[in-house]
């Protein structure tokens, strides 16, 4: 029975590329998606990305723009049968009225090996497009037979003002949102909702309608919805600080870490928890300081960073505020190096403007070798471990990205490649 009042994320759902907000790298204006889209040319694909990106609303504007035929499972509760009558009811179609069909499947990571070979011969043969939604990365969670055949597209964490978009759509759309309702929220309230959604737009909607139907009218038979009620309705601590205020303690915090300051780095923590930031954030960024900042010159405080983030997560506060309060101090002691952060970027603009270079003959998986036994690989560990060969391409032989810091561990680091043949 179709649900008669479905939820305000679910009757907001986007329509059309000009209603979807986000993930303007893939569908943006000129964007290969979006061309792929206009001009009806979009075959298999697999959508994976966090929850409330818009996975699911985008397979099925494709295949409302397109013009065929849509069928929906979810892996969880579907099976090989349910996957066979689709594909024969398919084929009827196409034969009988030329018109294709798309089988969107949600948690598509879910669908078992057999499950999922049951469509690779038709999706081969076209009788069904298949676009998959998922969470997981499906080069990891999924059978490589049918990765292979579709195009794997990440979408990301829509940004603050994306949300904000799609929740003013939603207090101004009179048929299917909530503008019927007399309805006052603030900018103050608006912001703190699209920030604390982590990018999720399912998550504000959600919290969003659950402020209106749960708030009673005032005396001026008015709907106050302010950022006490936005924090009740998501059941989490409401920021005591303005937005600007929030980001100025959040950079204080990583650039009292990068500045080797622990007393400033625990008071930012301490202060920002306080006003209600969520402890993960913290941790998050000290998992990419413990690289960016530290790096190689004490490469245990990635460790250390990892491990408050596992703690935070999996027992929470209070008690993993100990174990927050431990790496936040290891890391503004530790020596420091972004050595990590230049190989990283100096390495990413050869791989980008070289792109078509060749791979050295030893290092080809079928390299040719002469008669005297030129272009063969030395495999290291026949010389004690190391030896001395070419491995980047001859426009870069001699590019080098990695220079070692002179603290920390780090200073005691001498590279291999510079000690010359054993």
């Known amino acids: 029975m179709e649900n008669l ?54 397979a099925q504007i494709i295949a409302k723009t397109l013009d065929a035929d849509i069928e929906r499972l979810n892996a969880v509760a579907s099976g090989v049968a349910d996957a066979k009558a689709i594909i024969e009811k398919a084929k009827k179609n196409k034969l009988l009225f030329g018109k294709n069909t798309y089988l969107l499947l949600d948690e598509c990571h879910r669908w078992s090996k057999s499950q999922s070979d049951c469509v690779l011969e038709a999706i081969e043969k076209g009788d069904i497009f298949f676009i998959g939604s998922t969470t997981e990365n499906p080069y990891t969670s999924m059978t490589k037979a049918i990765v292979s055949r579709c195009r794997v597209v990440e979408l990301k964490p829509l940004s603050r003002m994306d949300i904000k978009k799609v929740l003013i759509r939603a207090l101004r759309d009179e048929e299917k949102g909530l503008a019927i309702l007399p309805i006052e929220i603030d900018d103050e309230a608006l912001d703190y909702l699209a920030e604390v959604s982590s990018g999720d737009a399912r998550t504000a909607l959600n919290a969003l309608e659950l402020a209106a139907n749960t708030t009673p009218l005032n005396k001026n038979k008015k709907i106050i919805i302010d950022k006490q009620v936005v924090s009740e309705c998501l059941d989490r601590k409401p920021l005591s600080i303005d937005i600007d205020n929030y980001y100025d303690l959040l950079s204080a915090f990583c650039k009292s870490l990068r500045g080797s300051d622990a007393d400033a780095g625990l008071f930012y923590a301490q202060r920002l928890i306080e006003a209600g930031c969520d402890p993960l954030i913290l941790a998050r960024r000290m998992i990419a300081h413990a690289s960016e900042d530290i790096g190689m010159a004490d490469s245990n405080a990635l460790l250390m960073a990892i491990c408050a983030h596992y703690a935070v997560k999996n027992i929470g506060l209070p008690e993993a505020m100990l174990n927050l309060s431990h790496a936040i101090i290891y890391l503004c002691e530790a020596e420091k190096s972004n050595s990590v952060l230049i190989a990283m970027h100096k390495s990413k603009d050869d791989a980008i403007n070289l792109r078509d270079d060749f791979v050295p003959n030893h290092l080809k998986n079928h390299p040719s070798i002469n008669k005297d036994g030129h272009g063969a690989y030395k495999y290291p560990h026949d010389f004690g471990g190391y030896c001395k060969q070419q491995y980047l391409p001859d426009s870069i032989k001699d590019h080098i990205y990695y220079q070692p810091g002179q603290n920390g561990r780090e200073k005691n680091i001498i590279r291999k490649k510079f000690k010359g043949d054993k």
């Open 5 to 58: 009042n479905p939820p305000l994320a679910e009757r907001m759902r986007p329509l059309s590329l000009d209603e979807f907000y986000g993930q303007d790298h893939i569908v943006g204006k000129g964007k290969l998606l979006r061309r792929a889209i206009e001009f009806g040319n979009v075959g298999s694909m697999i959508f994976f990305g966090p929850p409330g990106t818009g996975k699911t609303t985008l």
